[in-house]
């Protein structure tokens, strides 16, 4: 079969695999193949063994690789191969030098660029699919177009608003694919060819289309406005906890609000993945490089309230447990930083994990997805650590549970087996506000949602 289209993504992560994975299924007459620099994690995308956990990835995978689907270590010869170009590559906050801790490291995505430049033989579409500062497109332009030897890029930002854990579902039934270009008369012919490809599943009015930079921005700002509405509601449960108001009936009635909405107003230990805070980061930064401090603060206090909630989640378990946690054992139900993922990249359990260790708890880390990634996380760290699948075996002899991401299967647990099973007085500390709060009480547990008041027995 001649294939229509030739595409490559370079960036075989959380967002080029599922995202190839959903146009080589939707695109049969597209080729598509995914490079990464990384061999190991191009072996498991071959492998029955994904390198990503993600509801619907394996069906996806399976009916498409080695039909149209490929995935490979050959960048050299993908960017010669392939007319199309997704740029997929991760960019991180920066580390070091200026900027540290708040702007976006783009030496990954530069590193591509020239990638792109030294092997192309013949013009090509280049597609920002990573997440970047405004004006990224215009350093992309400038190292791309350096040469004259004939040979065209057009750049066209087209930023990904999938969320993982539900990651298939999004790519299949997306809000909204937003496509920015220059409005030359090249950009505009590039911009149709990307809207082409989208258009054989996505309806005609949910794809849009806008100029390069608000793309570029829109990305950074749909981010900062969902931390946004989460650092919102948490903040409240801080002032419900002293006001004996209840957060979810209080996000309830304000999400019945058409105006407001009812999405994103979960309270919890704060919001973790890798993206939120990095994104708002680098809109804080942006802000202050262009002199707007006043907007930066109002954006970076959306991060203060994040770290605020964490601890305080940390200071309401000191405070239940009688001002000590040292030589306690205290069961961690989740690890990854939501639930139906395996990642745990910022997850608020790494933070809540080592200051638990810090005071000198025995934590026991319980997770169905997440448990590799967490032992990583905790490599290095001082103190005693053990790992246990089964929720209810991992609690255990624990003087507390504390529950850290929503996944399902903590609704439906045998609580009277688990309470009986603990040390006494037994606390539960739920992060995610999922549990049967009374059920729990009447067993005999102590009872601490996030913003609600406390069901205790003393
Ligand atoms: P990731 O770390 O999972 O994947 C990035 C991949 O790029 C890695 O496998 C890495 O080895 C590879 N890579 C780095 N430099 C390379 C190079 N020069 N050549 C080839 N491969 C290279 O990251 P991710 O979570 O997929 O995120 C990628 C981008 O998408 C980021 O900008 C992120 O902000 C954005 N984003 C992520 C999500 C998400 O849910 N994770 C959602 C929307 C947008
Ligand atoms: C988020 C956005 O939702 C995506 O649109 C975006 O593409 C992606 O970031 C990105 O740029 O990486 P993701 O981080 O995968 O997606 O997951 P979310 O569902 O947004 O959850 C983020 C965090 O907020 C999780 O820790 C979650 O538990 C927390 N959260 C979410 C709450 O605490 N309360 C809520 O009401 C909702």
Redesign the pocket.
Known sequence: MTMEKRILC????????PTMAMIASQCPRCRVTV????PE?IAAWNSDNL??YEPGLDELVRATRGRNLFFSTE?ERGIRENDIIFV?????TKSFGLGAGMA?DLQ??E??AR?ILEFSESSKIVIE????PVKTALAMERILNCRENGICFDILSN??????GT?VHDLEKPDRILIGSRETDSGRKARQTLVDIYANWVPKEKIITSNIWSSELS?LVS?AFLAQRISSINAISALCEKAEADVVEVSRAVGMDSRIGPKFLNASIGFG???FK??ILSLVYLCRHYGLDEVADYWESVVKINAYQQERFIRNMLGAMFNTLAGKRICLWGFAFKANTG?T?ESPAIFIARRLLEEQAEIVVSDPKALKNARTDLTGIEGRVHYVEDPSRAAEGCHAIALLTEWDLYRNLDFQKIFDSMAKPAFIFDGRNILDHRRCFDIGFNVYPVGKPPLTHF
Not at 129 to 132: M, Q
Not at 159 to 164: K, N, S, V
């Open positions: 370079i960036g075989a992560g959380y967002v080029g695999g490079v990464d620099i990384n994690r390198p990503i960048i997929s590559v991760n960019t991180p976006a990954y995505w590193k591509t990638q699919k990573s997440t970047l930023p990904e608003f999938l969320a993982e990651a990305k981010n993945g890798s993206c990095k994104d990642d990249r």
